[in-house]
């Protein structure tokens, strides 16, 4: 059958209610518009489907990968060909979805297309930086843009959905997931959370280049007690709502059209299953238009979870809770048409999943051309570009952090003899960090290969890995020795593999692994200038190299083009300006450990022992929220407010002057925070409220604005109302969370 047919199929149905629509008409026009156009076709399909039909469009399963490329599991072609399956995920290619979409559009009763989901969450083939390293850039535009080019490659090669942004905030870094958030700020994680749902959707799916995102995972899944994956979650619904739900409210108004759930329980319920996360909050506070869909067997994971007894329970709980879209469990496929038949389910709350599905297919544009997203020349242009590596090799410098630097950093190009070392100095299957899509290491460039791009043939590079990564074996160190001897300086790149974080792997020592620290020890104990480039996907416990390091380059997970940027740091061509969206603790002990926290009866005071503290450690972390050096360096003049006494509803700003004192251009995160020195509950002694990222020329002075409402000064009050609370408030302001000068202000009624 032609591809076009199914518009004709369904056209006889629309038409009948558009007519019968018209025919009745007796309201004055401007009274009531009716039903938007999709909502009429939403309608005009549900009208023609059953219920087994209505269950399929809610059943989503995976695909999976096999040796020559993407596989379907036995039984689910037939699945899709009896409407029983409404999308599929981790098919990919355009010309594998093009396949499975024609048993859809041509072998299906209603031939309604099938949605293809898939995880980009930091690039679909061209890699950007694991989303942790990303946020380090503060730059929105960066994270924008590298989701719309990641959006451009997957819906290229058949996908219309991604399972990004993931924006669950974190305060632990044990916690595997950690590599995939934005960190421990619900500003910070909100503006991101903002950046990257527009970037993947654009303003409109006409030209097939863009893709559904899906706000993930609703909710709190970053707060696992113990930092260890999927376990239980419990804490106070104010801190729930002031740190937590920011990020997701932010996703979602800026247009995400799925949510997923998580698969942790919140306050002994799943959130699978709780109606207070996916009603009240989601659909009744934020007004989210679109669909849920669960985590993967996440309905079937509430019998181990303890609140329902068996699957048929477990959907029960779903779809009553506001699931509308089941991943892998199967249980609204094997059930879910019983439940509704002993009245247990209500039909129009399947009706309601799934207009809300075909909703989604109608803006995608699905119904006019199934195929729109399977285009086999665009994905071959498309794929791995030279323009998309030129985003990628960007994106990856602004997010690498500069952590110590004694005079070591920029090394110069004209360098006679330049040793390379480590297990992850010729790596390129690490580059592309965890979840990675469809990214492969061999299109990635290694840090050898970017320094050698970098410098000409005059240099000699000699490389040496010294150990592997994890293990016991110091045999690889005498010729790391013997190349750092004969060096002018020395790059040694070291850190985790890149399974290391990501789902499922948390870690309860978050050091750097194996004979790594030892081989730098030894280096450095050359006397040549040694920098060492890290490549992790969480903040590590390092305190000895943190304090001894010549130089410390956070470097993460940059992806494809990690190499290349890099390179553009250690050699000067681009200037660090990244900061870290995430406190490094000095050990692990002091987990969680962030800026924003409170400040107790007994605050931190080391010359009293009854305050409160560590006896062995200091509270402060080894590198704060918020830091990051440059090649140059920046002074902040004292910040002015335009009043020092308001009146509630008026504004108040603060003006800085920024100065480069250095010698290179460079970009400073010009950071804005407030704290609120009394109110009815205890607050943070420091909230981020805003930040500017700006480029300064040597010598340059700007002056830089932030504007204070009074929602800024809002919280969760003693009586949980949102509210701002009349009393007095420091601003401050400067280049880390550790580093600012404040201004006293007083708001009155
Ligand atoms: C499980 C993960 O928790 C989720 O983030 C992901 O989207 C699904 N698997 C599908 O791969």
């Avoid at 549900?46 to 087994?52: F, G, K, N, P, V």
């Avoid at 480069?660 to 109110?679: C, K, M, P, S, W």
Wanted: proline share 5%; net charge negative; charged share 25%.
């Amino acid at each position: 059958m032609n591809e076009r047919k199914i518009a004709y199929i369904l056209l006889p149905a629309f038409l009948g209610i558009f007519l019968l629509g018209g025919a009745f008409t007796v309201a004055p026009k401007q009274a009531d518009p009716g039903p938007d156009p999709i909502t009429r076709k939403v309608d005009s399909v549900l009208a023609l489907m059953t219920l087994e039909e209505k269950i399929g469009q809610m059943t989503l399963y995976t695909t999976d990968w096999g040796s020559t490329g993407p596989v379907i599991r036995p039984g689910y072609a037939d699945d899709i060909r009896s409407g029983h399956c409404g999308a599929l995920f981790n098919s990919h290619t355009a010309a594998f979805t093009r396949g499975l979409q024609r048993i859809a559009v041509e072998e299906s009763r209603l031939k309604i297309p099938l949605l293809f989901g898939f995880d980009v969450v930091h690039g679909y083939k061209t890699m950007f930086p694991i989303p942790l390293g990303e946020a380090a850039s503060w730059d929105m535009e960066a994270c924008e843009k590298s989701a719309e080019v990641a959006a451009a490659e997957a819906a290229s090669a058949g996908l219309n959905w991604t399972f990004a942004p993931m924006v669950d905030l974190t305060r632990d870094p044990r916690w595997g997931r950690v590599m995939e958030g934005a960190g421990e700020d619900p500003y910070l994680g909100s503006r991101i959370a903002r950046a990257k749902v527009i970037g993947f959707q654009g303003t409109s799916f006409d030209k097939g280049d863009r893709v559904l995102a899906c706000v993930k995972h609703f909710a709190g899944y970053g707060a696992p007690i113990g930092g260890r994956d999927y376990n239980t979650v419990d804490m106070s619904e104010r801190e729930f709502r002031e740190v937590y739900l920011p990020p997701y409210k932010a996703g979602v108004e800026a247009g995400a059209w799925t949510v997923m759930a998580a698969f942790n329980d919140l306050d002994g319920v799943p959130s699978t299953g709780n109606s207070w996360l996916m009603k009240d909050i989601l659909r009744g506070e934020w007004n989210f238009p679109g669909f849920v869909v669960t985590d993967y067997t996440g309905i079937n994971e509430m019998v181990s979870h303890g609140i329902v007894a068996n699957q048929k329970e477990a959907g029960e709980l779903a779809v009553l809770a506001g699931v509308d879209m089941d991943m892998q469990s199967a249980a609204y496929q094997d059930h879910l048409k019983q439940s509704v038949e002993e009245g247990k389910v209500p039909e129009a709350r399947i009706d309601e999943a799934v207009r809300a599905i075909l909703r989604t297919k109608f803006l995608l544009g699905l119904f006019d051309d199934p195929y729109k997203f399977c285009n086999e020349e665009r994905e071959q242009q498309v794929l791995l570009s030279a323009e998309n590596q030129a985003v990628a090799r960007d994106v990856a410098r602004k997010s690498i952090v500069l952590l110590r630097n004694e005079g070591v950093l920029p090394l110069a190009k004209e360098i006679k003899t330049l040793a390379v070392i480590g297990p992850l100095a010729d790596d390129q299957n690490n580059l592309i960090g965890a979840w990675s899509g469809a990214g492969e290491g061999r299109h990635c460039v290694s840090l050898l290969s970017g320094i050698r791009n970098k410098l000409g043939k005059g240099v000699n590079i000699i490389y040496a890995k010294g150990c592997e990564i994890e293990g016991e074996d110091q045999s690889g160190f005498a010729a790391a020795l013997a190349a750092a001897q004969k060096a002018d300086a020395v790059v040694l790149a070291i850190g985790e593999h890149k399974d290391m974080s990501g789902e499922a792997t948390s870690r309860a020592t978050i050091r750097i692994p194996g004979q790594q620290e030892e081989l730098a020890r030894q280096l450095m104990a050359t006397g040549k200038p040694v920098a060492v480039v890290l490549m992790n996907g969480r903040p590590l416990v390092m305190p000895w190299l943190a304090e001894n390091a010549p130089a410390l380059l956070e470097c993460w997970w940059l992806g494809t083009q990690a190499g290349n940027a890099i390179a553009d740091v250690l050699f000067g061509d681009y200037n660090p300006s990244g900061k870290l969206p995430i406190s490094f603790p000095r050990l692990e002990g002091q987990i969680p450990i962030f800026y924003s926290h409170k400040n107790t009866g007994r605050p931190f005071d080391l010359n009293s022992k009854w305050t409160s503290k560590y006896v062995d450690i200091p509270n402060s972390p080894q590198f704060p929220f918020g830091y990051g050096l440059s090649y140059t360096s920046f002074r902040y003049g004292k910040p002015q407010v335009d009043k020092t006494v308001f009146r509630r509803g008026q504004d108040v700003t603060l003006t800085v002057t920024v100065e480069n004192t250095g010698r290179r251009a460079g970009e400073e995160v010009v950071q804005f925070y407030l704290r609120d020195l009394v109110g009815s509950v205890t607050r943070p002694v420091q909230e981020l409220k805003g930040f500017q990222k700006i480029m300064l020329k040597p010598g340059e002075r700007r002056e830089i604005q932030f504007t204070l409402t009074e929602n800024d000064l809002a919280f969760y009050t003693r009586t949980m109302q949102w509210a701002a609370e009349t009393g007095s408030f420091d601003l401050m302001v400067g280049g880390s969370s550790d580093d600012v000068q404040s201004v006293r202000v007083t708001m009155i009624e």
